[in-house]
């Protein structure tokens, strides 16, 4: 079984920055597709970045430009740098992993990291 265990999240003022970390308890990181999923009260859990394992990335419209996903395979964990931050983007953000090759979400999530923005 495959631990995905976030960190990061906090409070920060509209306008501020923080990193979350995702890091993987598999010996086949590398081979692995990674995604930040998030999911605000009264909110579906929407897709908000992935990464593949040639990292290759994707976005969200309304975070492009603002979050940027990355991964380090010495590390197995997996980064999204958000700027810029909107009270919109409060929620709780989740990763979510598993092999290359299959759909979106994959097999495997973390706890999830609360993310508050205020105003």
């Known amino acids: 079984q495959v631990q995905l265990v976030e960190s990061g999240g906090g409070l920060v003022q509209a306008g501020g920055s923080l990193r979350l970390s995702c890091a993987a308890s598999?010996?086949?990181?590398?081979?692995?597709?990674f995604a930040w999923y998030r999911q605000a009260p009264g909110n579906q859990r929407e897709l908000v970045a992935t990464?593949?394992?040639?990292?290759?990335?994707t976005y969200k419209d309304s975070v492009k430009g603002r979050f940027t996903i990355s991964r380090d395979n010495a590390k197995n964990t997996v980064y999204l740098q958000m700027n810029s931050l909107k009270p919109d983007d409060t929620a709780v953000y989740y990763c979510n992993g598993g092999p290359a090759g299959t759909g979106w979400p994959k097999r495997y999530w973390g706890q999830g990291t609360q993310v508050t923005v205020s105003s």
């Open positions: 990464i593949g394992s040639r990292t290759l990335t």
């Open positions: 598999t010996t086949t990181f590398s081979t692995y597709s």
